[in-house]
């Protein structure tokens, strides 16, 4: 690994949410649930939402309208 990522990886005190089992059955249904209501979004932010479901986690995004429709709390950190 680059020495770049492994500082950032020590920042973060190697605390990373993976895209695991969990995860994409998560993603799965979101997906599905998406697709019914005909509110068809972008995979790779079904699978951010999905990790974020997973973990019961929280969201920090700008671009919090993608993820309105996620039972999670999503929070814009560049809004006052």
Do not use: Y
């Not at 990373?16 to 068809?40: C, H, N, P, W, Y």
């Amino acid at each position: 690994m680059s020495q770049v990522f492994e500082l950032i990886l020590e920042e973060m005190d190697s605390r990373i949410a993976v895209f695991d089992e969990e995860a994409a059955r998560v993603t799965a249904s979101l997906m599905a649930s998406r697709q019914k209501k005909g509110r068809v979004r972008d995979l790779r932010d079904s699978m951010i939402a999905g990790v974020v479901l997973a973990r019961n986690a929280s969201l920090a995004t700008r671009n919090t309208a993608h993820f309105s429709d996620v039972p999670a709390t999503v929070v814009n950190p560049w809004e006052a």
